[in-house]
């Protein structure tokens, strides 16, 4: 059977290597740097990959993306384009990044923010609960991530507004797509979302301009990627008081430098690219399916449109 490179500095190649030998036991695994001959690579299975490394691969007939996002393959300006190009869509981490947002909703909704304070000031006061039917949430992406949460804040009682670049019909849910729909969402958002690919269309599309659309005192959710966030605007509008607090996943660069002002901002909750993890004992699955299929010439599953990035 051809080989299969490894290349990511991120995940565990041990556990990847026994999960992979479970479902293709004569898969040849090498693990970038040592992928001896070249040649015979026929798959890669990449996160972050150095740009151009992939071209050392005469043979390559398959990339998977270790993880559900494909920008960081896109970044690489060499990138040989006529190969297909898979992605991770696994219910273990739709699941893990449906907590997080959850989570975050969450704990804005029910002040948690504030009650931190007051415990800092040792002060037993109550705040009163908001009405859920009232905190209004908006989803930017209704991809398989985007459409998961959505389903479980409504199962919650939340409203939920949804928006995507293209018209996404969910059914039972009010959804909108182009500018005119994102100034709408973001108008009657008491939280929003970010859960958009990061495509040339989608870079920079949290900034001044649609921060300043949210109501007075809304909150901000990015598990999406860095990339989509203009930082400078959003600490402008969390220092304004016009956005009340920000969670962020995800950052670029990663990892977050240290002397970034989000590291130290008292409404900015930071955490390290973590809403979801990719699990080699799930996500392997597809991936072997996949090799399976482009050996045979099949279609593939949650293939990638160049065109659109995502
Ligand atoms: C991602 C992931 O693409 O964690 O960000 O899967």
Same mark, same amino acid.
């Given at each position: 059977?051809?080989? +299969?490179?490894?290349?990511?500095?991120?995940?565990? !190649?041990?556990?990847?290597?026994? &999960?992979?030998?479970k479902?293709? !036991?004569?898969l040849?695994?090498?693990?970038?740097?040592?992928?001896?001959d &070249? %040649?015979? +690579?026929?798959?890669?299975?990449?996160?972050?990959?150095?740009?151009?490394?992939?071209?050392?691969?005469?043979?390559?007939?398959?990339?998977? %993306?270790?993880?559900? #996002?494909v920008?960081?393959v896109?970044?690489?300006?060499?990138?040989?384009?006529?190969i297909?190009?898979?992605?991770?869509?696994?219910?273990?981490?739709?699941?893990?990044?449906?907590?997080?947002?959850?989570?975050?909703?969450?704990?804005?909704?029910?002040?948690?923010?504030?009650?931190?304070?007051?415990?800092?000031?040792?002060?037993?006061?109550?705040?009163g609960?908001?009405?859920?039917a009232?905190?209004?949430?908006?989803?930017? *992406?209704?991809?398989?991530? #985007?459409?998961?949460?959505?389903?479980?804040?409504?199962?919650?009682?939340?409203?939920?507004?949804?928006?995507?670049?293209?018209?996404?019909?969910?059914?039972?849910?009010?959804?909108?797509? /182009?500018?005119?729909?994102?100034?709408?969402?973001?108008?009657?958002?008491?939280?929003?979302?970010?859960?958009?690919?990061?495509?040339?269309?989608?870079?920079?599309?949290?900034?001044?301009?649609?921060?300043?659309?949210?109501?007075? /005192?809304?909150?901000?959710?990015?598990?999406?990627? /860095?990339?989509?966030?203009?930082?400078?605007?959003? +600490?402008?509008?969390?220092? %304004?008081?016009?956005?009340?607090g920000a =969670?962020?996943?995800?950052?670029? @660069?990663?990892?977050?430098? /240290?002397?970034h002002?989000f590291?130290?901002? !008292?409404?900015?909750?930071? =955490? !390290?690219? +973590?809403?979801?993890?990719?699990?080699?004992?799930?996500?392997?699955?597809?991936? &072997?399916?996949?090799?399976?299929?482009?050996? %045979? *010439?099949? @279609?593939?599953?949650?293939a990638?449109?160049?065109?659109?990035g995502?």
């Amino acid at each position: 059977m051809p080989a +299969i490179a490894f290349i990511s500095q991120a995940d565990d !190649p041990v556990r990847w290597r026994k &999960a992979m030998a479970k479902r293709l !036991p004569d898969l040849d695994f090498r693990v970038w740097p040592d992928v001896g001959d &070249a %040649s015979e +690579i026929a798959y890669a299975l990449v996160w972050k990959h150095k740009p151009g490394e992939l071209n050392r691969f005469p043979n390559l007939k398959l990339l998977c %993306s270790l993880g559900a #996002g494909v920008d960081h393959v896109f970044a690489d300006p060499s990138l040989p384009r006529t190969i297909p190009l898979v992605r991770i869509v696994d219910p273990d981490l739709t699941a893990g990044v449906s907590e997080y947002v959850l989570l975050s909703v969450l704990r804005y909704h029910r002040q948690f923010p504030q009650y931190e304070a007051l415990q800092r000031e040792r002060r037993w006061r109550e705040l009163g609960r908001p009405a859920t039917a009232d905190c209004r949430v908006g989803i930017l *992406g209704l991809g398989v991530l #985007g459409r998961d949460a959505a389903a479980k804040l409504r199962m919650l009682g939340f409203p939920v507004l949804g928006w995507a670049r293209r018209p996404r019909p969910i059914e039972g849910m009010e959804t909108y797509s /182009g500018e005119d729909g994102l100034q709408g969402v973001l108008a009657r958002t008491r939280i929003l979302v970010c859960m958009l690919p990061l495509t040339a269309a989608t870079a920079g599309i949290i900034n001044a301009r649609t921060l300043g659309l949210l109501p007075l /005192g809304a909150y901000f959710v990015n598990v999406a990627r /860095g990339a989509n966030v203009v930082d400078r605007d959003l +600490i402008a509008a969390l220092d %304004s008081g016009h956005i009340s607090g920000a =969670t962020l996943d995800v950052f670029s @660069p990663e990892p977050l430098p /240290g002397d970034h002002p989000f590291w130290v901002h !008292p409404k900015v909750t930071v =955490t !390290p690219h +973590i809403a979801a993890l990719t699990n080699p004992d799930t996500a392997a699955d597809q991936i &072997a399916e996949n090799i399976s299929r482009s050996a %045979s *010439g099949r @279609p593939l599953l949650h293939a990638v449109d160049p065109e659109a990035g995502y």
